[in-house]
């Protein structure tokens, strides 16, 4: 099973970009079958889907969020990324990178960014 570390700066500007980097160790990010995932959950609220990106090909995101996010891969440093642009006080949430594969989903412990002036 992998092991995921989500890491990048607990505090971002409104109207800034967010920017989180996953890094994965036990398997490479572009073993066949693995989708890379972003996942948040505000304060007092559920979890929400950010967006995916397979071992191979493009990215899939949130129809809410689709306009301001981007993910991607940086394979030399076994890493995805995720860029929340225009951001808001409503994007203050913890983020979580999960691995997932043929039914096993492998969770990073999160990280909380916090949008404010």
């Known amino acids: 099973q992998v092991q995921l570390q989500e890491s990048g700066p607990g505090l971002v500007k409104p109207s800034q970009t967010l920017s989180l980097t996953c890094t994965v160790s036990?398997?490479?990010?572009?073993?066949?079958?693995?989708?890379w995932t972003w996942i948040r959950q505000p304060p007092g609220k559920g979890l929400e889907w950010i967006g995916d990106i397979p071992s191979s090909g493009s990215a899939y995101y949130s129809p809410s969020l689709e306009s301001r996010v981007s993910i991607s891969r940086d394979t030399s440093k076994n890493q995805f990324t995720l860029q929340l642009s225009s951001v808001t006080p409503e994007d203050t949430a913890v983020y979580y990178c999960?691995?997932?594969?043929?039914?096993?989903?492998?969770w990073g412990k999160g990280t909380l960014v916090t949008v404010s002036s």
């Open positions: 036990g398997d490479s990010i572009t073993t066949d079958n693995y989708y």
């Open positions: 999960v691995g997932r594969v043929v039914g096993v989903d492998s």
